[in-house]
T-cell receptor, first 114, second 110 residues
């Protein structure tokens, strides 16, 4: 596609439920990142993919968070047993190659945990 | 520890009143400094990349500059449509991680 696509754009869930957030990067982009943005906060790094592997998952807050990428394209971020503190905007970004600098972001998935 | 600090947190300008936003950074090795614009409810939109001290980039009313310790985003004769949050990020040598500042919320009044 022309840009990074994320779905759903909005998700309201009850505490304890599992959620899946999807990211479809720019076609041909090998690197994919997930960030979290809480109200009034900066972007918090969660995980980085190069192809289908995740060399850096150091930002995942707990073992309730996991992510995968298949076919070097679509990625899914899964949050199990959601908590209220998981409420945030989850942003996905992609980059063309190791020597290109810019990240291109999707519009984000806003998660609200009641 | 690698760190990015942006100032001011918020800025209100009259239309046509030029100003500058600051991004100071402490990193072990800079592999790029990036400026983004973020509108409410949207993802960050890429503006500029700077790689070495002395480098400058321009786009319409925006000009980004870089020194060894900080970057400035100069806004010349701003318009209300320039109102947004401006984010600065650095990529450090030896990692694939981008570290973001908390942004400057700019409001330009007509």
């Amino acid at each position: 596609g022309a840009g990074v696509s994320q779905s759903p754009s909005n998700k309201v869930t009850e505490k304890g439920k599992d959620v899946e957030l999807r990211c479809d990067p720019i076609s041909g982009h090998t690197a994919l990142y997930w960030y979290r943005q809480s109200l009034g906060q900066g972007l918090e790094f969660l995980i980085y993919f190069q192809g289908n592997s995740a060399p850096d998952k150091s930002g995942l807050p707990s073992d309730r968070f996991s992510a995968e990428r298949t076919g070097g394209s679509v990625s899914t971020l899964t949050i199990q047993r959601t908590q209220q503190e998981d409420s945030a905007v989850y942003l996905c970004a992609s980059r063309g190659g190791p020597n290109t600098g810019e990240l291109f972001f999707g519009e984000g998935s806003r998660l609200t945990v009641l | 520890e690698d760190q990015v600090t942006q100032s001011p947190e918020a800025l209100r300008l009259q239309e046509g009143e030029s100003s500058s936003l600051n991004c100071s950074y402490t990193v072990s090795g800079l592999r790029g400094l990036f400026w983004y614009r973020q509108d409410p409810g949207k993802g960050p939109e890429f503006l500029f990349t700077l790689y070495s001290a002395g480098e400058e980039k321009e786009k319409e009313r925006l000009k980004a500059t870089l020194t060894k310790k900080e970057s400035f985003l100069h806004i010349t004769a701003p318009k209300p449509e320039d109102s947004a949050t401006y984010l600065c990020a650095v990529r450090t040598s030896g990692t694939y991680k981008y570290i973001f500042g908390t942004g400057t919320r700019l409001k330009v009044l007509a």
